[in-house]
């Protein structure tokens, strides 16, 4: 009856994208407590739970509709798509939304020591990946034959176990491979984070927070990137100075009280402000700048 009227979004346990995801809900406004090794978050001010499981996991659980709402990355939502029309399926989950955060690649990797030159050099060779769906067509796209090893984890290892000779995995910062002394030679894939949700109607209820966490979250997004911006100028130098600002609309002018010809001029800067558009600013006549950050932005 509860699960009826409170949404349920489902979100990676432990990985590259725990954090930002609570940090996301965190931002739109949800306030929840969470216990150790609890499995399930309670929204305290929204009707909103926050279910934390393998992100492997999200997609069934959200095109079976145990779960809304999803946060998964593209990796996980490709490779499920690709595994359902293997079997002569379809994928049921809608993706609503890429988000800004979790970006990585799914990459080959080969052992410090292997020989690479090419993408032939993959020939008749063994690949560990917990991707082998999107590996699969990969190689296939490629006229490339080679064994596929499906496992579930701890991939970086198995060319040292002997297992396979070489990898397939997701590739952030690097440092996994370094440790496990592989380097990557080819990008099999992009991934970020993006939201998916059930392909079942919600009761109007439902949706219409569905509707508002949606724009909470493009506010976000847009927030993350955006300053306000305030300077004073010589109303002969505005002109310059409007296409010196990083992705404005129309910024405010004001006149300055006893100022003669200066102005002061107020903008959202959709971009982030780098200190070398500040010294041109002041270059082209503007004074007294002062960046401020954008704590919350409703379009
Ligand atoms: C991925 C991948 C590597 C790690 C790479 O794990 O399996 O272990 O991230 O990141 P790095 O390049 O910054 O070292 P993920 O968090 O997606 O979890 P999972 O693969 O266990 O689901
Ligand atoms: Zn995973």
């Given at each position: 009856m509860e699960r009826q009227q409170r949404l349920r979004i489902a979100i990676q346990k432990s990985g590259r994208l725990t954090d930002h995801s609570l940090d996301l809900l965190a931002r739109c406004g949800l306030k929840y407590s969470r216990g150790k090794d609890q499995l399930m978050c309670y929204g305290e001010n929204m009707p909103l739970d926050v279910l934390f499981v393998r992100d492997d996991d999200i997609p069934d659980l959200v095109q079976e509709d145990v779960c809304d709402l999803g946060l998964v990355g593209l990796n996980v939502i490709e490779e499920k798509r690709l595994a359902m029309a293997a079997r002569g399926g379809q994928a049921r989950f809608?993706?609503?939304?890429?988000?800004?955060?979790g970006r990585c690649r799914l990459s080959i990797a080969v052992p410090d020591e292997f020989v690479y030159d090419g993408l032939r050099s993959l020939a008749a060779r063994r690949i560990a990946t917990t991707y082998p769906n999107v590996l699969a067509r990969f190689l296939r796209e490629n006229s490339i034959e080679a064994e596929i090893v499906t496992l579930s984890g701890a991939v970086e290892i198995a060319p040292r176990l002997g297992r396979a000779d070489l990898i397939c995995d997701l590739v952030s910062t690097g440092s996994t491979l370094t440790a496990n002394h592989l380097r990557e030679v080819a990008t099999v894939l992009q991934s970020e984070a993006a939201l998916i949700r059930t392909p079942v109607a919600l009761p109007d209820e439902k949706a219409d927070w569905v509707r508002r966490l949606l724009l909470r979250i493009d506010g976000v997004q847009q927030v993350r990137e955006s300053k306000y911006i305030m300077l004073h100028a010589p109303r002969s130098a505005l002109g310059r100075i409007k296409q010196l600002l990083p992705g404005s609309e129309s910024p405010t002018v004001i006149p300055l009280d006893g100022g003669g010809d200066k102005v002061a001029v107020h903008a959202v800067c959709r971009?982030?402000?780098?200190?070398?558009?500040?010294?041109?600013?002041?270059?082209?006549?503007?004074?007294?700048?002062l960046v401020l950050p954008v704590e919350k932005m409703l379009p």
């Open positions: 809608e993706m609503i939304q890429r988000l800004d955060f971009e982030n402000v780098f200190w070398e558009t500040l010294e041109s600013l002041k270059a082209a006549g503007a004074s007294a700048l």
